[in-house]
Nanobody, 115 residues
Framework: VQLVESGGGLVQPGGSLRLSCVAS????????MDWYRQAPGKERELVAT???????NYADFVKGRFTISRDNAKNTAYLQMNSLKPEDTAVYYC??????????WGQGTLVTVSS
């Protein structure tokens, strides 16, 4: 079982990035997918969730700016990030959770928002 994130990088304030999280070795379509982030010196925090039924939920600090989605045919979850702010700078992690409680984390991808 493996999750691999990609799509991070350096972007100017106000810019956009799309993160991807590809799962392998697991029944992706029945899993709940989360995106978390961890900024330097801070605890990891939940950013967004998408269930196997495609219901979504967002942290207040990203509502209206970020969109979580999934493509079960590609075993991939996405996080579209628009109107990025310097305070969005963090390592972003995806997490997969199955009904039985199995949880798998990706390795993280760094997002830096700076001019």
């Amino acid at each position: 079982v493996q999750l691999v994130e990609s799509g991070g990088g350096l972007v100017q304030p106000g810019g956009s990035l799309r993160l991807s999280c590809v799962a392998s070795g697991i029944m992706f379509s029945v899993a709940t997918m989360d995106w978390y982030r961890q900024a330097p010196g801070k605890e990891r925090e939940l950013v967004a969730t998408i269930t196997r039924g495609f219901s979504t939920n967002y942290a207040d600090f990203v509502k209206g700016r970020f969109t979580i989605s999934r493509d079960n045919a590609k075993n991939t979850a996405y996080l579209q990030m628009n109107s990025l702010k310097p305070e969005d700078t963090a390592v972003y992690y995806c997490r997969l959770t199955l009904l039985g409680g199995l949880r798998v984390w990706g390795q993280g991808t760094l997002v830096t928002v700076s001019s």
